[in-house]
C-alpha cells in the first residue's frame, strides 16, 4: 500500500477496448499510480468477444503508449467452474442464462479484487458504461450517461465492498465523447468496435456446436396450450421462452412462441402472441441493494432493454408488472430500478403453472 502522500493504487481491467482504454488514461492523468491488467478467461476459439489473442495484445500496446505496467491474469479455471458449466447447465435444464452478469459476478469483480489485495492495490477501475452513486443507503450502481451504452444491468449485482473501491471512469461520458478521448490522445483502440455476444460462442458455429459438444441435444414434443402435440424440435436445449423462429413447421403455420420449456418432460409449448404476455414473473436469488422497495420501480429483463413499471414482492419472489408484457426466458437477470440507481436484481424463474 502507498504511504500517506503518496497515490492511490489502482488496478484497471484493459480489455484491449476503447472504454478500459480511455479509463486508464484518464486515471494515469488524474495522478493515480496505475497498472493494466488483462484476464484471460477463455482458452478456447472466440471471434465475436473480449477474449481473442488480439485484445490482449491491443491492451498491451495501450499500456505501452501510457507508458505502464500491464499483467495478463489466467483465470481460465475460474471462468470454466463459474461460468461455462452453469451455461451448459443452464441450457440442458430449459433456461437460458446470461453467462456476461455471472462473469462480472465471480470473475471481473470478485476474482480480480482478491488478486488486486494480493498485489498491493487499493482501487479497481474498469471500462464499463455505469457509474456509482452515493445514496441514504449506500453506494450504489448507476446508470452511465449514455442510454445505448448503458452496463448497469449487467454489474446490478455488485455490492458495497466491490463499489467501495471501484472506479468507473467513462460512466459519465457518451460513447462518442470516449472515442473523442482516445482519438486525441494517439490510442490504438480508438476506432476499434465493441465486442458483441458472448466471449465462448463464436459466430462462425453458434450455440448449436458448442452445447453439442459438451452435452447431447434432445429432442422435444412441441404441444399447443390445450396439451395437443402440434409439431417436434430437434434441439430441446436450443429453444427458448418468446422464440419464434426455429421451431420448424407446427400446426396450421400461424405464427406461435414458445411460452414454455419443460425439460423433464422434454416438451415446449407454444401460443399465439397474446399468450406470452404475463402479468407476473418469478424470481429466484432476489437480493435488494438495501432495504426492499414496496412502491412502483423501474424493472429491466435485458442488457439493452427500456425498464417497465412495476413491483418487486418485498421478499423478492416476484414482480408484478403494472401492465401485462412479453414473458421473461427463466434464467435471465432480472434488475430493478429507482429512477437510474439500482435497487434490486435476481433470476426470472420458470412459473410453476401456466
Known amino acids: 500500500m502507498g504511504g500517506a502522500n503518496s497515490p492511490s493504487r489502482v488496478l484497471v481491467a484493459m480489455s484491449g477496448g476503447v472504454d478500459s482504454s480511455v479509463a486508464a488514461a484518464l486515471l494515469l492523468e488524474a495522478g493515480y499510480d496505475i497498472a493494466g491488467v488483462t484476464m484471460k478467461l477463455w482458452g478456447g476459439p472466440s471471434d465475436t468477444g473480449c477474449c481473442s489473442v488480439s485484445d490482449v495484445d491491443d491492451a498491451r500496446w495501450v499500456a505501452d503508449q501510457l507508458g505502464i505496467e500491464h499483467h495478463v491474469f489466467n483465470f481460465g479455471d475460474d471462468f470454466e467452474r463459474h461460468v461455462v458449466e452453469p451455461y451448459v447447465a443452464d441450457h440442458a435444464a430449459g433456461r437460458t442464462p446470461n453467462p456476461c452478469v455471472e462473469c462480472n459476478r465471480h470473475i471481473k469483480f470478485r476474482r480480480l479484487a482478491h488478486r488486486a489485495d494480493a498485489l498491493g492495490f487499493e482501487l479497481l477501475a474498469t471500462g464499463h458504461h455505469a457509474r456509482i452513486v452515493t445514496t441514504d443507503g449506500g453506494v450504489r450502481i448507476g446508470r452511465g450517461v449514455d442510454p445505448a451504452k448503458d452496463q448497469s444491468y449487467v454489474l446490478h449485482m455488485l455490492d458495497a465492498p466491490v463499489l467501495d473501491r471501484l472506479l468507473l471512469p467513462v460512466g459519465e461520458m457518451t460513447k462518442d465523447e470516449v472515442r473523442r478521448q482516445a482519438e486525441a490522445r494517439g490510442l490504438v483502440t480508438a476506432a476499434k468496435p465493441d465486442s458483441q455476444d458472448v466471449c465462448f460462442i463464436t459466430a462462425s458455429a453458434g450455440r448449436r456446436k458448442f452445447l453439442s459438444e459438451r452435452i447431447g441435444m434432445r429432442s422435444g414434443r412441441v404441444v399447443d396450450t390445450a396439451g395437443q402435440q402440434v409439431g417436434t424440435v430437434d434441439a430441446l436445449e436450443l429453444v427458448t421462452v418468446g422464440q419464434r423462429r426455429g421451431l420448424g413447421a407446427i400446426g396450421d ?101 401456466r
Open 253 to 353: 403455420g400461424s405464427p406461435r412462441y414458445v411460452l414454455d420449456v419443460d425439460a423433464t418432460s422434454a416438451t415446449v409449448v407454444v401460443g399465439d402472441r397474446a399468450a406470452l404476455d404475463v402479468s407476473v414473473t418469478p424470481l429466484e436469488d432476489w437480493r435488494w441493494a438495501s432495504r426492499p422497495i414496496a412502491g412502483p420501480l423501474g424493472v429491466q429483463t435485458s442488457a439493452h432493454g427500456a425498464a417497465a413499471p412495476a413491483t418487486v414482492d418485498v421478499d423478492g419472489t416476484a414482480v408484478q408488472w403494472s401492465e401485462p408484457r412479453r414473458a421473461v426466458a427463466p434464467g435471465q437477470s432480472v434488475v430493478a430500478y429507482a429512477g437510474d440507481i439500482v435497487v434490486g436484481g435476481g433470476i426470472a424463474a420458470r412459473p410453476v403453472h
